[in-house]
């Protein structure tokens, strides 16, 4: 992956086309695996903000889901509906923390 931005910024220095390495700025003589970094960085930021907020949805989901089968009042629609929402919920819930879970060990295994 380093060889091919290498080659990408090396074309770029002799072309003089608007080109990916000038509109992200100038590299040359720069640390291409720092700018790298920058961008998985990113990345693990932008991954750890969906997690926050996949974690308030669900919390929210919960309130709501509760809501829905106290105010159902023993009609079975109503209350099917909030068990379907709940579930669901849940469902998601889940699927975030595997998310989360795939993340933590490419991290650890790629070093990141």
Do not use: H, P, R
């Not at 709501?64 to 089968?69: D, G, K, Q, R």
């Not at 106290?70 to 889940?94: C, N, R």
């Amino acid at each position: 992956m380093n060889q091919f931005i290498e080659k990408i910024y090396a074309a770029d220095a002799t072309s003089g086309y608007t080109t990916l390495g000038q509109f992200f700025g100038d590299f040359n003589g720069a640390d291409k695996s720092k700018d790298l970094n920058s961008v998985l960085s990113a990345i693990g930021k932008l991954s750890g903000l969906m997690y926050n907020i996949g974690l308030i949805v669900f919390g929210i989901m919960i309130l709501y889901s509760s809501f829905l089968y106290v105010s159902s009042m023993g009609e079975e629609a109503k209350a099917e509906t909030a068990k379907k929402t709940l579930i669901w919920s849940i469902v998601g819930f889940i699927l975030i923390g595997l998310a989360s879970m795939i993340k933590n060990v490419l991290d650890k295994e790629l070093g990141l």
